[in-house]
């Protein structure tokens, strides 16, 4: 570092010495990450479907049996596809009657014999398969009725058996009551992956000549 010294007589100056000035580099700033405001969820339900041709009906009644005329309406869980009997009245015995049992099938169930229902298969929160149907019960008059379990029996085009099971259904003075029923579908099975055996030749250990 060269100095400079004058007296106060003298009438040079001394010379200015630069100032040098360090550049800092400053690190680029790491980009701030927002937050993102939506959450994914999996869907609940599942996209498969199947037809499920309707067999019959098997119906518990409760104390409060009833002599007014019934009928049955059936649809799918979007009432696109539905059908509806005519009276369900047998001509030999009581119907409907207090704690009794009644079996409808066959032509007993009028336009809904053998009605095939485009249904689809939903997953629970439990992670069981199920699919679903409405039934719709009607009657005429004043007699209520109290049922402890009402089923749908259907079969699958591909053979397999579904029970829609509804419940309870209570049909009083307002002389209709719907119920939705829900039938357990079976998971399908998994077949483990095949193993084949590798057909490989085991050579002998090379060993090096002594000459």
Known sequence: RNSCVLDKSSSLNCPK?????RKTTKRPA?????ASGTITTKPLLSSDSENVILKGFEVQV???GTKDRVT???CTADKKVCCETLQLSKRTGNNWIRNGNETWSGTQLGLCKDMSFPTKIGTTFTNRLETKLIVTL?????DGMK????NLDGVTTSGGQRRFKCGKIQVLDSNT???TCSATVPKPTKSGPTTRKSNTTTRPPFRSGSG
């Open 72 to 74: 049955a309406k059936v």
């Open 62 to 64: 409760g104390r409060d």
């Open 17 to 21: 010495t630069p100032v040098t000035t």
């Open 30 to 34: 790491s980009p701030t990450r927002k």
């Open 177 to 179: 009551a719907t119920k």
């Open 138 to 142: 009607n009657k005429n008059g004043k």
């Open 147 to 150: 049922l402890e379990n009402f």
